[in-house]
């Protein structure tokens, strides 16, 4: 009896390892795409071990595509122009791709798997996206649910970085969250601190990285982000500047006045800083000792939903209407704006009424 | 059993339509039955899977199982042939079209837990057909499930634009609609008794 059961079983399990075994061996066979050439630029050629997504590829040669969703196709950062080699269009990039960016080949780098030799395009700014080993080196608290977190370099590391772009933390495993998620942050200080850098982090009720950032982060903690992204920085003209910020997208416009603070500037510059009370506002302070600085800059908070206790006589209501009064020639006026995409569609709207022409309306959202 | 391989196909496809006459392989049949496109991907596929693990499971069932004298494990058996078998397919799908590789997506991998193909390996075994019966059985059922789905997803492109009543929109209305298919397909069976 006992002798057949095991007979059975041992039958049983010859059968699966064969099975197993000779789908191991044709995953060996069909999905062995040696090694593939990615050619970038047309310059700079990297050998890749095919089979996996470009961006991961990439990734394995310190090569950094913006990702913001870690490459499950959500979030359409990490868009590059494959020239050669990408295979047909999928039906998982489709929705984040714009019918002039089909057109052009533009495909999302986590979605395309290097098969074969491919050749692709992308920002050189890319080249200069690393992977930094940081520490935790000051937590403070802004306001109820805004955190700016201070980041140091390992020693004797740096990082070059243009005021307005933003890095990517990885966060690691916390409480009931057992992935590790990678999310985007601006940077708020300036880029002439080359050894450390400073975030501003707002707690979104129920968000990952957020909460990792708001209730786990202690300082001295080890954090891996990578960067420096983006093309949200001031351009070099002397057009006349709007900035517009909400909540933590105080962030990159306040590593832009920093860093104009150290190169100096002439040009007129209004900030309208949203916030919804009295109790929203932070670094106040600090903004009002830009308009000492630079004799045409201004600071406009507004507050959209005073409470009744809050000792405001300032602005109220939405940022929009006092557009107006800040606008003297809408064709020489540059706006840069940061905040959720909501508030970026309902400024972009209205700017573009006053006559401020659409491409010098720069934004960075956090969709 | 003595039946021509050729007269089990057709059976197969009209009088023992593995979905309309045995209901097996309901579960994609309803959630992928809203495009004619993809119903027809997703059918070819299962006709191809059918085909290949009908045979595949006679030869096991045959020269490994009854061999052995453990027919009693075939349950097993058959569900982890098919399995390696459909990641084969998957494998190779991947490789040489990538773009019906992607547009089957998740339903090729759910093909494995599709029961008219377990249910046709079960079929072949009650009812003791040989190699060549066991083939034709399978391709014909797999035809067969085709054109079910087909209709379906015919009907209900153009159901879109008709009022259902709330309470039977979705699978509700599609169970209805099958079981009037079911109907109609019960005029075949006088032709020949498969079953």
């Known amino acids: 009896m006992l002798l057949t059961i095991l007979k059975d079983i041992g039958i049983l399990t010859a059968i699966s390892a064969l099975l197993g075994i000779l789908l191991v061996i044709a995953q060996k066979w069909l999905s062995n795409y040696g090694e593939c050439k990615v050619q970038i630029n047309g310059k700079r050629d990297v050998t890749v071990k095919g089979g996996s997504s470009l961006l991961n590829s990439?990734?394995?040669?310190?090569?950094?595509?913006?990702?913001?969703?870690?490459?499950?196709?959500?979030?359409?950062?990490?868009?590059?122009?494959?020239?050669?080699?990408?295979?047909?269009?999928?039906?998982?990039?489709?929705?984040?791709?714009?019918?002039?960016?089909?057109?052009?080949?533009?495909?999302?780098?986590?979605?395309?798997?290097?098969?074969?030799?491919?050749?692709?395009?992308?920002?050189?700014?890319?080249?200069?996206?690393?992977?930094?080993?940081?520490?935790?080196?000051?937590?403070?608290?802004?306001?109820?649910?805004?955190?700016?977190?201070?980041?140091?370099?390992?020693?004797?590391?740096?990082?070059?970085?243009?005021?307005?772009?933003?890095?990517?933390?990885?966060?690691?495993?916390?409480?009931?969250?057992?992935?590790?998620?990678?999310?985007?942050?601006?940077?708020?200080?300036?880029?002439?601190?080359?050894?450390?850098?400073?975030?501003?982090?707002?707690?979104?009720?129920?968000?990952?990285?957020?909460?990792?950032?708001?209730?786990?982060?202690?300082?001295?903690?080890?954090?891996?982000?990578?960067?420096?992204?983006?093309?949200?920085?001031?351009?070099?003209?002397?057009?006349?500047?709007?900035?517009?910020?909400?909540?933590?997208?105080?962030?990159?416009?306040?590593?832009?006045?920093?860093?104009?603070?150290?190169?100096?500037?002439e040009r007129k510059m209004t900030y309208f800083f949203g916030a919804r009370t009295l109790k929203d506002l932070y670094l106040t302070e600090e903004m009002r000792s830009f308009e000492q600085i630079f004799p045409s800059f201004k600071y406009e908070p507004v507050l959209s939903h005073p409470a009744p206790d809050d000792v405001w006589n300032g602005k109220t209501g939405f940022v929009m209407p006092y557009f107006k009064d800040a606008v003297r020639d809408p064709l020489k006026t540059e706006a840069y704006l940061c905040g959720s995409p909501g508030m970026i569609n309902a400024v972009t709207k209205s700017l573009k009424e006053l006559g401020v022409p659409a491409d010098k309306i720069y934004f960075d959202s956090f969709g | 059993m003595d039946i021509s391989a050729f007269v089990l196909f057709w059976a197969a496809i009209f009088t023992s339509n593995i979905l309309l006459t045995n209901f097996l392989g309901m579960c994609s049949f309803l959630s992928v039955s809203r495009e004619v496109e993809s119903s027809a991907g997703l059918g070819i596929a299962v006709i191809f899977v059918l085909t290949a693990t009908a045979g595949l499971n006679w030869l096991v069932y045959h020269y490994v199982l009854v061999p052995f004298g453990i027919m009693y494990l075939q349950f097993i058996v058959f569900i982890i042939v098919i399995a390696a078998f459909v990641q084969l397919l998957e494998l190779v799908v991947e490789r040489y079209a990538p773009a019906l590789y992607y547009s089957l997506g998740i339903f090729l991998p759910l093909i494995t837990v599709n029961c008219a193909i377990f249910g046709v390996s079960l079929f072949l075994v009650i009812r003791d057909y040989n190699f060549l019966q066991s083939i034709a059985f399978g391709a014909g059922s797999g035809i067969g499930w085709l054109l079910a789905i087909l209709m379906l997803a015919g009907i209900r492109a153009k159901l879109k634009e008709k009022l259902v009543p709330a309470g039977l929109q979705g699978a509700g209305i599609s169970l209805i609609i099958t079981g009037i298919m079911a109907l109609a397909f019960i005029g075949f069976s006088g032709i020949v008794q498969i079953q």
């Open chain 1, 58 to 265: 990439l990734a394995d040669k310190q090569i950094f595509i913006p990702s913001a969703c870690g490459g499950r196709g959500s979030c359409g950062a990490c868009k590059c122009q494959v020239r050669e080699g990408g295979g047909p269009l999928l039906p998982t990039e489709r929705p984040l791709l714009s019918k002039s960016e089909m057109a052009t080949n533009v495909r999302l780098a986590c979605q395309v798997k290097v098969k074969s030799d491919i050749a692709i395009q992308i920002p050189d700014a890319i080249f200069n996206i690393r992977k930094y080993k940081t520490s935790i080196s000051e937590i403070v608290d802004y306001t109820y649910d805004i955190k700016g977190v201070t980041f140091k370099l390992q020693e004797g590391e740096t990082i070059d970085f243009l005021a307005g772009q933003y890095v990517q933390i990885n966060t690691k495993p916390y409480g009931k969250v057992r992935q590790s998620v990678s999310r985007a942050y601006s940077i708020s200080s300036r880029p002439e601190d080359r050894d450390q850098f400073q975030l501003i982090v707002r707690l979104v009720p129920e968000g990952i990285c957020t909460t990792w950032v708001h209730q786990f982060l202690k300082v001295g903690d080890e954090v891996e982000v990578t960067g420096p992204y983006g093309d949200f920085f001031i351009r070099d003209t002397d057009a006349d500047i709007i900035f517009v910020a909400g909540g933590s997208g105080k962030a990159p416009i306040k590593s832009m006045l920093e860093h104009m603070k150290v190169t100096g500037c």
